[in-house]
């Protein structure tokens, strides 16, 4: 499967993915709205931190409704019809990759369409094959 993999070291803050990835899921220009998340971290050499699934699987286990998958295909996957909103996952993911918004009564977490690779204009995310 390809995932979306990032180098914080080339990130210049422009939102360009996070623009993308809400245009690609919700079809809205909100930053807010993205599952892919771009910030700023002073003091630790990196300008910019990126956080964005790394289909690692350990939400998997915490779903009491199972609602969280791996797919036929390795991505980590959420079923919007059986998750009761919990939450769970997302303040147990180990990568902060998993959000909410207010707005949305669902979580948001990448399904790697690459949306947000399109738009980076400095190749500061990328997609790799993984197996």
Do not use: Q, W
């Amino acid at each position: 499967m390809k995932m979306v993999k990032a180098k914080p070291e080339l990130c210049t803050g422009c939102g360009a993915c996070m623009i993308a990835c809400s245009k690609a899921l919700y079809k809205v220009e909100d930053p807010a709205k993205s599952a892919i998340r771009v910030k700023e971290k002073p003091g630790t050499g990196v300008k910019y931190e990126i956080a964005v699934c790394n289909h690692c699987g350990e939400c998997i286990p915490i779903c009491s409704v199972e609602a969280v998958y791996r797919a036929k295909n390795g991505a980590v996957r959420i079923d919007h019809g059986k998750c009761v909103g919990c939450y769970m996952c997302v303040g147990f993911c180990p990568h902060n990759a998993i959000f909410v918004h207010r707005d949305i009564n669902e979580t948001i977490k990448c399904i790697a369409c690459g949306s947000c690779v399109k738009a980076c204009p400095t190749g500061a995310i990328y997609m790799e094959e993984i197996n």
